[in-house]
């Protein structure tokens, strides 16, 4: 039986082996990835059409957040990448922690982009002055160091510890520094909907107990009016910030920032409404050219470089760079 099946595969490969070679070259040059990626001019989302406000003011231009493209380096595009212009090859290792691969930054990222608008949400309101209340903050991990020994995973939101109900940051230190150096602790988390139990070992940093995890807060609301910010499962990142802040803000005020202009830009945005520096402004301000962006508004950080980048490319749009979201609307107004 085995000699029969040994001599139908031998002689399937003789007669087949131009096809089967032809099949493992197709594989390997269209699917095996090299460990870089490629960043080229992104485009622009309409955030009118992502904010959906009860009884909000409507615009008379759009207000939008860029993104920079990144594709994963198959062969192809890694080929193509040395011929077309502004398409540039970037190591894996520089966009990724180590010990860690792109499908696990790109979950980072996919965490840094709900705090960007959790962010976004509060900043607008307070601006506002609309009412805006926390009901609950949720711990969810963004990074695990690579000698952490723990199975705990990105995007996971931390509910107890040893059976006890976590409810901030400074809680959870409190409690890990009543414990001991290489103790083992258990940590309930809540991970695609549900509760886990997972194990993580303590040891000491510069006097502190850590688990070896990085920490980011998630925040639920009580509003008036209520908001719903939609994404795609695709969207990652934290540098829509600014714009999507700007785009609650127009909606929740009768005066119409936007002036019939279509407004573009980047930027991270915190609590207190300030705007943080972002990576791949050449990307995204090439995308919103193209898009035929009136103004484009950046980080203070960022505007030296995209400066450049408009002058390199003969770009008409003007380049404003702001430090706040207050900063951002009077520049509009």
Request: proline share 2%.
């Amino acid at each position: 039986m085995i000699n029969k099946l040994y001599e139908r595969v031998k002689n399937y490969i003789k007669e087949n082996y131009k096809f089967l070679i032809a099949l493992i070259f197709i594989f390997v040059f269209f699917l095996y990835e090299l460990p870089f990626v490629i960043y080229k001019p992104g485009g622009i989302i309409d955030l009118d059409s992502r904010i959906v406000l009860d009884d909000g003011y409507d615009s008379s231009g759009s207000i939008n957040m860029c993104y920079a493209s990144m594709v994963k380096g198959n062969i192809p595009f890694v080929l193509l990448s040395f011929f077309i212009p502004n398409w540039d090859l970037v190591s894996s290792k520089e966009i990724t922690y180590e010990g860690e691969d792109i499908d696990e930054a790109i979950k980072r990222d996919r965490v840094f982009l709900e705090n960007g608008i959790d962010n976004a949400i509060f900043s607008a309101y307070k601006l506002a002055n609309k009412e805006i209340k926390i009901t609950k903050t949720d711990l969810e991990i963004i990074y695990i160091d690579k000698d952490a020994k723990t199975n705990l995973k990105i995007g996971d939101i931390i509910l107890k510890v040893n059976d006890l109900e976590v409810e901030s940051l400074t809680n959870l230190q409190e409690y890990l520094n009543n414990l001991k150096q290489d103790e083992e602790v258990k940590i309930t988390v809540l991970r695609d909907d549900k509760e886990i139990d997972c194990t993580a070992k303590l040891y000491n940093l510069e006097g502190t107990l850590k688990m070896g995890i990085s920490i980011i807060n998630h925040y639920e609301y009580e509003l008036d009016p209520k908001i719903d910010v939609k994404t795609k499962a695709s969207e990652s990142g934290s540098s829509g910030g600014l714009m999507t802040s700007l785009a609650i803000y127009n909606s929740l005020v009768s005066e119409d920032i936007t002036k019939g202009r279509k407004i573009v830009g980047t930027g991270t945005i915190d609590m207190e409404g300030n705007v943080g520096e972002i990576g791949g402004v050449k990307y995204k301000l090439l995308g919103a050219e193209k898009n035929k962006a009136d103004i484009f508004l950046c980080p203070k950080e960022n505007y030296d470089e995209a400066i450049k980048v408009k002058q390199d490319n003969n770009l008409k749009l003007e380049v404003i760079a702001v430090g706040t979201l207050n900063e951002a609307i009077m520049a509009l107004k």
